[in-house]
């Protein structure tokens, strides 16, 4: 079997950095993705090289042993990682769970007491405008029969064209009235009931990833018009760049799921994350780039972030109460209430131009559908 050097492979030095071991791993993916006409051998490979390279304990163990053959060395790299029995004070044997959250004094939850319709909503529609406009002939038409001596030749004429363009216009309003009753109707047919699209990560560290999808169904289905996403790319990005999207109206929260240290986490005024009160070295966040990302792509929605933490091992994770920055950490409870709360501005609307630009951004978007 070919030995492959994993620091030739991507195209780095051997002292690279991790942002820069990233960044090269990230250029060449994406021209090696078979999605994007590259080979899945060449692929793997590729993602071998990064996940062995990324791990400080794997890439030191690798550069001891120098080249190794590519394919031998991802399952050796799984086993040893596995076999370890701590890693930054993380214990393997600790599971997290999704709180219970006392949604009694959630306001945003008593106010959707009983609320369960949905209005598809879509960019042009008519409204109320074909009503609006019967409304208006209906007091046009009896005028003359009013006012009979108030009507000159010159008035009647002005009124005759008055009433033509109110039925023109009214009929013009209804023929797209029902237009976008039948769009509304073939959007229903097409995704029914369906609340979440995509599936949270499956691998066994991705446990916070699947901690929040429960999070996301438990509570903010209460508001009828959200709509889930899991696993979704950045504009010309083929890989799962951004673990959660909530959709509710025109307002969309973008979400990164950690799990972490105990302790309590912070932004700086800088934009740095801080763990009791020092610059946080234990992991990173695409947050703010995902949000910046997707408010290009959505420049008509509001859009904001929400990195929610937990525990890695026993003890407690707090955050600050902070509503501003693209990527604030954020307990589990602290998510359910405040974004919760924002996202009930409109807590029965689907934006259908909004929901399919969204959709279409979701890696995986044809998993099992979940029904609310």
């Known amino acids: 079997m070919a030995e492959v050097d ?88 600790f599971v997290p769970t999704v709180p219970d959250i006392d949604v009694t004094h959630l306001p945003w939850w008593r106010m959707m007491e009983g609320v369960s319709r949905v209005h598809y909503a879509h960019p042009g529609s008519p409204g109320h405008a074909p009503a609006a406009g019967a409304v208006a002939g209906a007091v046009l038409l009896p005028l003359p029969l009013v006012l009979p001596f108030a009507f000159s030749v010159w008035l009647m004429s002005v009124w005759v064209l008055l009433v033509v363009s109110a039925v023109a216009a009214t009929v013009l309003l209804v023929r797209r009235h029902l237009e976008s009753l039948r769009t509304v109707r073939s959007f229903r047919s097409e995704f029914g009931d ?52 909530v959709l509710c109206g025109r307002r969309l929260v973008l979400v990164e799921s950690k799990s972490w240290l105990p302790g309590h986490y912070a932004l700086a005024e800088d934009g740095t994350l801080t763990r009791n009160g020092r610059r946080f070295r234990g992991g990173g966040t695409q947050l703010p780039t995902s949000v910046e990302a997707f408010r290009r792509l959505l420049p ?69 559908p979940t029904n609310a």
Not at 194 to 203: K, L, M, N, Q, Y
Not at 311 to 331: H, K, L, N, V
Not at 339 to 358: I, N, Q, S
């Open 194 to 245: 369906r609340i979440v699209f995509g599936s949270p990560g499956a691998e066994p560290d991705e446990v916070a990833e699947r901690l929040t999808a429960e999070l996301l169904e438990r509570y903010l289905t209460r508001l009828p018009g959200v709509r889930i996403f899991h696993g979704l790319a950045w504009p010309d990005s083929v890989f799962a760049d951004v673990d959660h999207a």
């Open 6 to 93: 994993y620091y030739e492979l991507l195209g780095i030095a051997r002292d690279a950095t991790p942002g820069e071991i990233k960044s090269a791993y990230r250029a060449l993916a994406l021209r090696a993705h078979p999605d994007a006409g590259g080979s899945a051998e060449e692929f793997q490979l590729l993602r071998s090289a990064y996940e062995t390279l990324s791990d400080p304990v794997s890439r030191a163990a690798y550069d001891r042993r120098g080249r190794r053959p590519s394919m031998a060395l991802a399952a050796e790299r799984r086993a040893e990682r596995w076999a370890r029995p701590r890693r930054f004070g993380e214990d393997p044997d």
């Open 300 to 368: 008509d929605v509001e859009v904001r972030g929400a990195l929610v933490l937990y525990p890695s091992r026993e003890g407690e994770i707090t955050t600050d109460e902070q509503d501003d920055g693209d990527a604030p950490p954020m307990t589990p409870e602290q998510f359910v209430r405040q974004l919760g709360d924002w996202l009930a501005a409109e807590p029965v609307t689907v934006d259908r131009h909004v929901f399919r630009t969204v959709l279409g951004q979701v890696v995986s978007p044809s998993s099992t």
